[in-house]
């Protein structure tokens, strides 16, 4: 079966979206994986990652898939040719776009509809958002399809994070080693026990790790790190490599950038090297690799 990771925290900033890119090219570039990125995010920078993004006409702020390659306006009277996980919470079909990358698919954020399922009532949420992307994620062809699904959320404990949690058998959370980022990691640590209670012994939601990033070698970093580590209840699930602050890794996502991935950069380069340490650790335990 495929298995579910979500990459989620409550702040902004943190490197969900970076650490969902660098594992998805990762298991699709290296384990040659079958992967489906999913943009929950509003914001959709990772979609914008791997298909060029329209801006929504009604919303100028909002963006919005461009045409799929596989649309024919005449055989497809009932689409418009867009597609978007948002279409999941308006009982649409989800259609996965190709991307440069073999292996690796992707379904792209629709920024007005994601924003219009975050603000539904509190008597909607349950049937409307909250259990839609489990549904989804649990469809017959979905599973045969793919190895692995991997869920980017927006930066808030709102219904579409918790439709994630809900739909995850896996969970990372990025976190800086600053005082803000910290309290975070306990807003998405109660997240995950909330779910964790709800399940079944066959069913349960893994959290495999708390990924230290952007992290600098500074007094500041290394006592937050030393303390989370020594947290009873938290210190042991703390993954032992943190992502250090890199130029590189801001580099690698500008548009039209060569080398396109972290994983075409040679093998002794340093970002690459302790990119593919972390990727690894985190796969190996969700793919159970050992």
Not at 68 to 90: C, M, P, T, V
Not at 164 to 179: D, G, R, S, V
Not at 186 to 214: C, D, F, H
Request: aromatic content about 8%; glycine content about 6%; some cysteine.
């Amino acid at each position: 079966m495929a298995k579910i990771l979500v990459c989620a925290t409550n702040k902004g900033g943190e490197g969900k979206t970076t650490t969902s890119i660098n594992l998805a090219e990762y298991a699709s570039l290296i384990l040659k994986k079958r992967v489906l990125l999913i943009d929950l995010d509003p914001q959709a920078n990772l979609s914008g990652r791997y298909i060029a993004m329209d801006y929504d006409p009604a919303y100028k702020s909002g963006k919005i898939p461009p045409i799929h390659a596989d649309y024919d306006a005449e055989q497809d009277e009932q689409w418009d040719g867009r597609s978007s996980i948002a279409n999941i919470f308006y009982g649409e079909e989800a259609v996965p776009y190709p991307t440069s990358i073999e292996h690796l698919e992707l379904l792209p954020a629709h920024s007005q509809k994601l924003l219009e399922a975050e603000a539904v009532t509190k008597n909607e949420v349950l049937e409307k958002v909250h259990m839609q992307l489990k549904y989804f994620v649990e469809l017959p062809d979905l599973q045969k399809g793919y190895d692995l699904v991997i869920i980017d959320t927006p930066p808030s404990k709102g219904p579409l994070t918790i439709a994630a949690i809900k739909a995850a058998t896996h969970l990372i959370i990025p976190a800086q080693m600053e005082q803000f980022s910290i309290e975070g990691i306990y807003g998405m640590l109660q997240l995950w026990k909330q779910e964790s209670y709800k399940r079944s012994k066959a069913t349960p939601i893994t959290l495999v790790g708390i990924l230290p990033n952007k992290y600098r070698d500074i007094n500041l970093h290394r006592e937050f790190l030393e303390e989370l580590c020594m947290m009873p209840g938290i210190g042991s699930y703390v993954l032992p490599n943190p992502i250090k602050v890199r130029a590189v890794y801001s580099e690698i996502l500008v548009e039209g950038a060569r080398p396109k991935s972290i994983f075409e950069l040679k093998k002794s380069h340093i970002a690459r090297e302790e990119c593919e340490t972390i990727c690894r650790e985190i796969l190996n335990k969700v793919l159970d690799h050992g």
